[in-house]
């Protein structure tokens, strides 16, 4: 089975950066995503790490450490936009299956 | 738009009665995934279709079920349904069966409001 751990909310300043750590236990990692969700809306693909190491898009970068069982997105600049829950799913090969299990998410408030 | 379509966007229904929700996944998509979001919970992955068989099933009560068929749309059948059914079910698309950086595009969801 797995276990990913999330802070259920943070709160921000319009222009800072914010740091949203995911923890996570599994048997067969095979890759961390993130996801974003706007309350009512679908989740919407951020990013993707299944190599140690961090990968940068625009605003966001997305970090990994396979040995540590830990991964953070990054948002930098940040808008009144990006305020939103951040979904921590983390990939696992068990019993020759590939599954996909979603954290609780973190509610980010964003605030001017 | 993700391209992935779901019907219907809400739906109000009564306790023990027996709904059907509808997914069209991505052109050239062969998996369909469905989720249960309950208020304030993360997503619950419920059942997993590649091409039309069942690959996974995660915390799908029996009163539920699923398919996908030939045209690969799914549909999600919520039977005796409960209060606690009540949440936003959302369907999500992948181009095989989950492998490498493939990722899962979601649909706007149902919300379904059991009274």
């Known amino acids: 089975g797995q276990n990913i751990d999330q802070p259920t909310e943070m709160t921000a300043t319009e222009g800072a950066i914010v740091q949203i750590n995911c923890t996570y236990q599994t048997s067969g990692f095979n890759g961390l995503f993130w996801y974003q969700q706007h309350a009512g809306e679908a989740p919407t693909f951020l990013s993707y790490n299944v190599l140690d190491g961090l990968e940068e898009k625009g605003r966001f970068s997305s970090f990994l450490s396979r040995s540590k069982g830990y991964s953070y997105l990054l948002l930098k600049e940040l808008q009144m936009k990006d305020s939103a829950s951040y979904l921590c799913a983390v990939r696992d090969l068990s019993g020759g299956y590939q599954k996909v299990t979603f954290g609780t998410g973190t509610k980010l408030q964003v605030i001017p | 738009d993700s391209g992935v379509t779901q019907t219907p966007k809400h739906l109000i229904t009564a306790t023990g009665q027996r709904v059907t929700l509808r997914c069209s996944p991505r052109?050239?998509?062969?998996?369909v995934y469905w989720y249960q979001q309950s208020l304030d919970q993360g997503l619950q992955f419920l059942i997993h279709y590649y091409n039309g068989e069942e690959r996974a099933k995660g915390n799908i009560l029996e009163r539920f079920s699923a398919q996908q068929f030939p045209d690969l749309h799914s549909e999600l059948n919520l039977s005796s349904l409960e209060l606690g059914d009540s949440a936003l079910y959302f369907c999500a698309s992948s181009a095989t069966s989950g492998s490498s950086r493939e990722t899962q595009y979601f649909g706007p969801g149902t919300r379904l409001l059991v009274l």
């Open positions: 052109s050239g998509d062969l998996s």
